[in-house]
C-alpha cells in the first residue's frame, strides 16, 4: 500500500510541476469589466449506489421502485479516490489525465467524503416521478425536501437548490455552498447503459451552474465583447472558456472565436495571455502584434498557398487579388457541410464569373480518395485545397481561426475580410450580402 501511495504522490507531484511552469509575460493589460450575462449548466452523471447502508431515512415506503444514487461535484476526485483506496491503478489515472487534459492542481492527496452527492430517485404506481438530494450532505434524507415530477406535462420544471460539498482550492480542503439544478426528464448515458427499462425510469442529471459573464472593451478603435463561460469560483486558477466576439453594426457575419483561459487570445491584430480575474475584472496580459488577425472583418486575409487535389495545379491567394474570393472551409466528415453543398453551388452558378471559389478540405490524409469522390459525386467545379486536420499540422483553418464547419469567409478585390459566417444559414446570409454590396451576377 505504500508503494502505491508512493506512486500517486509522484505522479500529481511531476502533473503539478509540468502545469505551474509558465514563463513571465511583461506588458501592457487590457482590463474588461465584466456584467452577468446568463447561466452555464455542465451536466453530472449519477451512478447508482448498491450499497444503501450508506445514508440514512430513505422515505422508500412512499415509492413503488426506488433507488439510490450518487454523483461527484468534482468527478476527477471522485476517480483518483479509488486510485487512494486502491481501486484503480495509477498507470490508469496517469492515462485518463493525460487524454482529457486534467488540471490535478485542484486533487487532494486525502479524500474528499463530501465530495459525493447522494440521491434518492422514485417512481409511484400513478407514475410521478421523485427526487431527494441530500442538500446538507449529512447521508440522512429525513431533513431533506422532495421533489415530484409529473413526467406527461408539458411544462417541465427545473429545481434549483443549493448543495454542501468539499472541495480541494491547491492548497486545503474547504466547504461550500453551491447551486445545483434537478434535470428529471434527461439523463447525462445514453439508453443502451441501462439494463432494464425501470432503472432508465429512475435515472436524473444534477447540473452545475455558473453565471456566465459579458463585457465590451475598444482596442485599436475596434469594439469587441468579450463572453466569459464555464467559470467556477472555486477553482479560480483552472481554464475557462473565453470567448471574442468583434463588434460589427450592421454586419450580417459572425464574429465570434472561442479560446481556453491557457491559450493565446487573439484580438485583433493583438496577442494576450488571461492573467486573472478579481471583482469581475477580466484582466489580459499583452504578448505582441500579430501579422494578420485571422480571417477577422476588415482584416487582411491570410495568405494561402497550396497546390488543388483535384488538377495538382498551383494555387495562390495572391493571384486572385483585384476579385473577390469565395473560401469554403468543410470536411468529409462534416453532415452539415455536406447538406450545405446545393446552396454553395447555387452562389457559385450565380456568381462564378465575379467570385473565385476554393474549397478547403479539413480532413485526414487517409481519407484523400473520399474527398475527391466526394468532390466529383457534388460536381463541385471550382478550386480544392486539403488542410491535415490532425493534431497540430493545420494551416489554413488555423490562419483563418476557423473553429466551426462549415465556414464561409469572403475576401474582397483589395484583400481584405469582408464577411464571414457559418452553416448553410450563413451562405444564404452570404448571398445576401453580394446583392447588398452590388457585385454582379454571372452574365447569359
Known sequence: MKK??????????TIVMMLSFTGKVNGQLVHVSLKEDGVYREQLSLKRQLDTTVVKNVPAKLFAKWS???????????????????????????????????????LSKQKIPKNLIYVVTGLDDSGLKYVIVDANNNRDFADDKVYSFNLKDTKKVYPELQVAISYFDGI????????????????????????????????????????????????????YLIKISNYNKLYKNSSFKISVEKIVPGSLSKHLYSYLSTDTIDIGYNRYLYSGMAKLVLSLNYVKKNDLSGGEINSLAPPIEGKDVMTGLSFSLKKYLGKYVLIDFWGTWCGPCIKAIPELKNIYHQYQQNVAFVSVAFDKTADMDKLRTLITKYGMTWHHLFDNMEAGKSIIAKQFKVQQFPTSILIDPKGKVVFRSVSEVGLKDLANYLVKVGVERNKN
Do not use: C, H
Request: aromatic share 14%.
Open 4 to 13: 502505491s501511495t508512493f506512486k500517486v504522490d509522484f505522479l500529481l507531484i
Open 68 to 106: 439510490l444514487r450518487r454523483v461527484a461535484y468534482n468527478p476527477s476526485q471522485n476517480l483518483f479516490d479509488d486510485v487512494l483506496d486502491g481501486k484503480r491503478s495509477t498507470g490508469w489515472f496517469s492515462k485518463f489525465v493525460r487524454n482529457n487534459n486534467i488540471d490535478t492542481v485542484f
Open 172 to 223: 486545503v480542503i474547504k466547504d461550500a455552498w453551491v447551486t445545483m439544478v434537478i434535470d428529471a426528464y434527461d439523463t447525462a448515458v445514453p439508453d443502451s447503459y441501462f439494463s432494464v427499462v425501470k432503472d432508465k425510469a429512475l435515472d436524473i442529471t444534477l447540473l452545475k451552474t455558473f453565471p456566465d459573464w459579458s463585457g465590451e472593451v475598444t482596442i485599436e478603435k475596434e469594439k
